[in-house]
């Protein structure tokens, strides 16, 4: 497998990973998640059902290790690319990988400040 194959696998599962933290905290049914979110509840149950099973032994299907481990975004992205951050409230923060990590550190402080993450 490439590293690139490798990079994009992993990214997927952590932009999946995040969506279902996300479905988790809104309180909403799947369906209702996925009409709002413009996905398919087919979709979302092939990678509910893949990343739990991959919980039972994260290291041996998933590069990055378990979704509750930090993992270091500049080894992954090789050049600049859009980053989605979906916050606990379910807004999503969208910025290039290039952006200003000062700007990011003030714009993440007034979102904590109005109750947003």
């Not at 290291?59 to 859009?82: H, Y």
């Not at 550190?105 to 007034?110: A, I, P």
Request: hydrophobic fraction near 35%; charge should be positive.
């Amino acid at each position: 497998m490439s590293k690139a194959h490798s990079a994009s696998q992993a990214e997927r599962r952590q932009s999946w990973r995040m969506v279902l933290d996300t479905w988790k905290v809104s309180g909403l049914s799947v369906r209702q998640f996925c009409q709002n979110e413009g996905l398919t509840q087919g979709t979302f149950y092939y990678w509910r059902r893949k990343l739990s099973a991959s919980c039972e032994n994260p290291r041996a299907s998933d590069p990055v290790g378990a979704s509750d481990e930090f993992v270091d975004v500049t080894s992954l992205i090789q050049s600049p690319t859009v980053l989605d951050l979906v916050l606990r409230s379910g807004h999503a923060l969208r910025m290039t990988t290039a952006t200003d990590p000062h700007l990011l550190s003030q714009v993440l402080q007034v979102l904590q400040q109005v109750g947003l993450c």
